[in-house]
Each structure stands twice: as structure tokens, then as C-alpha cells.
């Protein structure tokens, strides 16, 4: 089952540990990263381009004008239902991946917690009596970790 994440970042190169990164994204099956840069005035962009240089599950979607934390996740979204066809799609937000100090230490995380990520989707279908399409689906993924454990 493929599994898209998106995590948007905003000013974020002191909280990038790109070699860290690396080594986590490339050691995590199955999951399509999409790394959306929300306008930084930092090397945030440039950190997240050399990270998709380097990892083949990573894209990168360049926001040039700053967005708002939903309007950076929709267009991650569309990034990632144009390309890849996936059965669920999360997303964190800068606000929650600077909870864990920085970007690999969440990949780790998200990398260890990859099983009930991507149960995700098989818990909330019966609940929901439509079929989902791709952005109905989004989900919160610390959200939904912080819940389930």
C-alpha cells in the first residue's frame, strides 16, 4: 500500500538535518514524501532540494508567496494526487514537526510508526459511508499517532 506524507516547512534550515533526513526517508518503504517549502527567506528550500536529490521517494513543491498552513498542505495534495497514485495521503505542519526538534528525528519517528499510519485509512472507511476521494481523506498525521498511542 503506497502512502504519500506531505510536510510543509516555513524558515525552518536550523531545524533540517539533512544527512539525518537522508538516511531515515531512504530506509522508509512504501511512503511518498512530499516536502513543500512555504515561502521560506531561508536555506529551507535548498536543504529540501538537495534531500530529494538524494532520496527517491521525496519531491519538493516550491510555494513562492507564504500560504497558509492549509493552503501549503492542498498544494502538496494536488502535487501528489498528479502524480502518484496513492492510498492515502497524511500531512504535518511546521507547527508539529518542530515538536521534535527537527526534520529527521520525525522521519524517524514516522519511519518507526509506519505500520499505524498507514492502518489509517482501514480504521476510518467504515465509518464513512461515501467513498473518499483524495483530499477528503487527508489526514493529520500526529494527530491521528498521537491517538492511537
Known amino acids: 500500500m503506497k502512502t504519500g506524507i506531505i510536510i510543509v516547512c516555513h524558515n525552518n534550515q536550523y531545524n533540517i538535518d539533512k544527512d539525518r533526513c537522508i538516511k531515515y526517508i531512504n530506509n ?38 507564504y500560504k497558509s498552513s492549509k493552503s501549503a498542505v492542498k498544494a502538496g495534495a494536488r502535487f501528489m494526487f ?24 520525525l522521519i524517524k519517528f514516522i519511519q518507526e510508526h509506519q505500520t499505524d499510519i498507514s492502518r489509517y485509512t482501514e480504521q476510518i472507511q467504515p465509518v ?17 499517532l498521537v491517538k492511537s498511542h
Do not use: A
Request: with cysteine; glycine share 2%.
Open 28 to 65: 522508509t518503504k512504501d511512503v511518498k514524501f512530499c516536502l513543500v517549502n512555504n515561502h521560506s527567506n531561508d536555506n529551507t528550500y535548498e536543504l529540501l532540494k538537495d534531500i530529494s536529490e538524494k532520496c527517491k521517494n521525496v519531491s519538493v513543491v516550491n510555494i513562492k508567496k
Open 82 to 105: 498528479n502524480e502518484y497514485n496513492l492510498k492515502q495521503l497524511g500531512f504535518i505542519t511546521t507547527s508539529h514537526f518542530i515538536k521534535y526538534e527537527n526534520l529527521g528525528l
Open 128 to 144: 464513512k459511508e461515501t467513498k473518499l476521494t483524495l483530499f477528503q481523506s487527508l489526514f493529520p498525521v500526529m494527530d491521528y
